[in-house]
């Protein structure tokens, strides 16, 4: 296969390794975000914005969707080593200016690594690659917009455009958007939640009759088992450990299942409390299982096997009041369930089967449980029945809808939930579009958008031809890197709404335009007055944020100023479309009131949310009350997936590490995992490695070999480490294009990127 020059230059000639770190956050954590910020932020800014970050009058941190706190926000500088790198991202000193672009041509930029490339810095000029030219040069916001609206206006149907979301908009920018969208004519608002936890949506609504967790922070903190399955809280979600903390101090216990040991999960040093620090911070996890790659499925139908078989002991391990009053489908589940062979359900999980009894004992005798899950659950083929097994083991112990239990997908972006519920799905339901078309008098269509993967199969088969990224780095972060930016590459015009330098913008369509907007933590100041914005967390809190810092450049707009403007040049002469997408620019309380026109649990938004503690969206899994099918909580059926490998194969999960927000790289370190210096790297068991004749720094390449393509990233280096045999890790997004498009989970299209089956071959250096 022929490589685009658009793959990663290597970064990892002085990788080196260590153990494993068995605690988390800590010291070592504060005086490395300090570091972080001092080397790239101005300090007074640094302080200024530091101080208002999730604070009451102040601004959403940028990081992960984690909430705040019920009854005030976060306590004053509630420490995030992540959410500081996050800031430190958007408030650095170093500027991406028209000059910069006149320096380097879009061939050498391609040359950068993703790393280099986004260290340059803030964006400050719309920017327009014309086509045949070898640079980026200035160009103005009208003329900008102007090219956009040409474009769309000339397509022979506007299902031929694609409007890509990544989940930090906010609600104001992504309603608007939306109702752009379908003025224009189209439902293709795929999202970065079709490639995240689009499975947990899918698989909630179907089971539970919402497609969001039901818990509380405080549901957390009172909970008598909290298992986190397949998520790294530690490096993404930091502040969900004081949650953990909290659970453990009231006598809480945690199961982690993870094929590797993740610091986070282990030990937590709170740095709020310096005195647990010395004495060695808390320890988490009270059982780890370690299980191997997609063998989740395998371990919960082994836990929930054994609660059967205690069930016909006792007598009191399984609900059957909750069951026979609000539940669906019992036992044709438990029927299923009983024909599998518990002996092979262990062995498949890659767990001893002492600690996966540990586990059933502590889950049959406590009745408050939470399951938290991320990307370890749902980026499989069998993403949506990972989840729905999630759901039924909670069923069977009637752990929904009370205080302290119930299902927890934790998000990623800062506002993907958010995003979901103003509209930014490619198959919104009737009821949504039949209320946005009478807000603003449209006609949206009513046929189903794309979603990401089909999205990229449409503009590589001249389907699509305008790509429009609102946010995000949409060629690495998708999977195929190679077919993806083929596909880019075939489009006629690409746009990306961008705070910072990413290869997106390098890898582009005949034309392209780079279109710079404030970050979260910017002032927002529009015709009549400094605005703020909305967003929703993970736990389905809307809140307000208020950016503080100036802007970094007098030429950034709003994403809304930018909608409402490419919404004019590209509607204005439509007689069918009489929006004044003006007016919504100008003031934002008027898009919050048509939200609470078209959306339920709005009502009153822009009172509501003008108090700092925000509101809780309504959620009727909190009291039983399931807005399913059945009208009643569904139990289903999960055949476990068969994990039979060929000889010299290996199941590949791809991974977050501690130095990057997706593809955006802090820096090159993997500190918990004890890795420096290296991003294109292969975690592998010792035995293993013995096994192959390899050893930790050898060069391999890895080769999967899917529908006949084999796709290969090349000298990748083996680091020994604790995971599972014939399992294997890799950072995204450098193993990206291993990830073949057609692999994925078939009811929502997720990309499977947790589970990939790999090849190595050794790579002799000479
Ligand atoms: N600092 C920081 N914060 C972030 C992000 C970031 O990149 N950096 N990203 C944000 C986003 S968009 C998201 S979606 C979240 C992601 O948050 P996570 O889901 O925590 O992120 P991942 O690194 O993808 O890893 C998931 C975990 O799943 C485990 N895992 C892998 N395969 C399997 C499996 O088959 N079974 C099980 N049980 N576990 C498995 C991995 O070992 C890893 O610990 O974080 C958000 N927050
Ligand atoms: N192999 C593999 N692939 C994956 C995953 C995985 O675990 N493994 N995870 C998947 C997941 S969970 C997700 S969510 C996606 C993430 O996919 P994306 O959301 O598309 O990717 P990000 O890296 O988060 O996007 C970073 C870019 O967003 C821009 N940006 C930052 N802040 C702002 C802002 O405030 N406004 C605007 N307009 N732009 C901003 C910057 O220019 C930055 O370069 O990747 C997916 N891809
Ligand atoms: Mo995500």
Not at 254 to 265: F, Q, R, S, T, V
Not at 498 to 520: D, Q
Request: aromatic share 8%.
């Amino acid at each position: 296969m022929k490589d685009q020059g658009h793959r990663y230059p290597n970064v990892s000639d002085k990788l080196s390794w260590d153990e494993a770190k068995t605690e988390s956050v800590g010291v070592p954590a504060i005086w490395n975000s300090l570091k972080h910020l001092g080397r790239y932020v101005d300090m007074p800014q640094a302080l200024k914005a530091s101080l208002k970050m999730n604070q009451e009058g102040g601004f959403d941190c940028p990081g992960c969707a984690w909430p705040d706190p019920d009854d005030h926000r976060s306590k004053l500088g509630e420490y995030c080593e992540n959410g500081i790198k996050a800031l430190a991202e958007e408030a650095t000193k170093r500027k991406v200016d028209s000059a910069f672009f006149k320096k380097y041509s879009v061939e050498e930029l391609t040359s950068w690594s993703e790393f280099k490339l986004g260290k340059s810095g803030r964006i400050t000029h719309p920017m327009y690659l014309a086509e045949g030219e070898s640079h980026y040069q200035e160009i103005s916001w009208p003329d900008a917009f102007k090219k956009i609206g040409n474009h769309l206006r000339g397509l022979d149907d506007p299902n031929e455009a694609i409007f890509y979301t990544s989940g930090r908009t906010c609600n104001e920018a992504a309603f608007l958007y939306g109702a752009f969208v379908r003025a224009y004519g189209t439902n293709n608002l795929p999202d970065c939640s079709n490639m995240c936890h689009e499975c947990s949506g899918y698989a909630l609504s179907q089971t539970l009759g919402i497609g969001k967790g039901a818990v509380t922070l405080d549901d957390i903190h009172q909970a008598e088992v909290v298992m986190v399955i397949g998520q790294n809280p530690g490096t993404n979600h930091p502040r969900m450990l004081t949650a953990l903390e909290n659970c453990k101090l009231n006598g809480g216990s945690i199961i982690a299942i993870n094929p590797l040991k993740e610091a986070g999960l282990i030990n937590y040093s709170n740095p709020q409390k310096p005195l647990r620090i010395l004495s060695g911070g808390v320890d988490l996890t009270d059982i780890y299982l370690q299980v191997q790659v997609n063998g989740d499925i395998a371990l919960l139908k082994a836990i929930m096997l054994l609660l059967v078989e205690k069930e016909e002991m006792s007598g009191d391990v399984i609900d059957h009041d909750f069951i026979k009053e609000h539940t669906h489908g019992y036992n044709d589940f438990i029927n299923d369930l009983k024909k599998e062979d518990f002996n092979i359900c262990v062995s498949e999980s890659g767990v001893d089967e002492a600690e996966i009894r540990k586990a059933a004992d502590l889950i049959a005798r406590k009745d408050k449980i939470i399951i938290c899950w991320a990307m370890g659950v749902t980026q499989h083929e069998n993403g949506v029945q990972n989840v729905r097994e999630i759901v039924n083991l909670l069923l069977m112990r009637g752990a929904v809808g009370k205080a302290g239990a119930g299902p927890c997908p934790v998000r990623g972006h800062s506002n993907v939930q958010g995003d979901r519920t103003m509209g930014i799905w490619e198959k919104m339901p009737e009821s949504f579009l039949a209320k946005l078309d009478n807000a603003f008098d449209i006609h949206s269509p009513r046929k189903e958008g794309y979603a990401t993967v089909p999205a990229i199969k449409a503009m590589y088969n001249g389907k699509a031809k305008v790509f429009f990224g609102m946010g995000g780095n949409f060629v690495s972060a998708t999977p195929d890197t190679d077919y993806t930016a083929e596909a880019l590459r075939k489009c006629d015009l690409t746009v990306h709404v961008s705070t910072k330098l990413n290869r997106s913008h390098l890898v582009h369509g005949k034309e392209a335009l780079i279109l710079p907007t404030l970050g979260r933590s910017e002032m927002d100041v529009q015709s009549s007055g400094y605005q703020f914005v909305s967003t929703e967390s993970s736990m389905g809190i809307v809140q307000n944020s208020k950016g503080v810092l100036a802007p970094k450049s007098d030429h950034l707009l709003s994403e809304v100023a930018i909608v409402g403007g490419m919404a004019h040049a590209t509607l204005a002469d439509r007689n069918d479309v009489q929006v004044d997408w003006q007016s919504f620019v100008d003031d934002y309380d008027l898009i919050r009131a048509k939200i609470e026109e078209v959306i339920p649990g709005f009502n009153r938004y822009n009172e509501r949310v003008r108090d700092d503690k925000g509101f809780y969206l309504p959620n009727g899994v909190k009291v039983r009350d399931f807005k399913t099918s059945t009208g009643k909580a569904n139990f289903s059926i999960n055949p476990r997936p068969v994990l039979e490998l060929e000889k010299g194969a290996f199941r590949l999960t791809t991974l977050r590490a501690h130095d990057q927000y997706n593809t955006t790289l802090y820096g090159l370190d993997d500190r918990y995992r004890g890795i420096k210096n290296g991003r294109e790297i292969i975690l592998m068991n010792k035995s293993d490695m013995q096994e192959h004749g390899l050893k930790g720094g050898d060069c391999v390449d890895v080769n999967s070999n899917h529908d006949g393509v084999v796709r290969t990233v090349s000298n990748f280096k083996v680091v020994p480490y604790d995971i599972p045999s014939r399992c294997l890790g890799a950072y995204f997004p450098e193993a990206n294009p291993l990830v073949p498009i057609d692999l994925i989970n078939p009811e929502t299209h997720t990309p499977v990127s947790k589970n990939i089956v790999v090849k190595l071959k050794r790579v002799v250096t000479t």
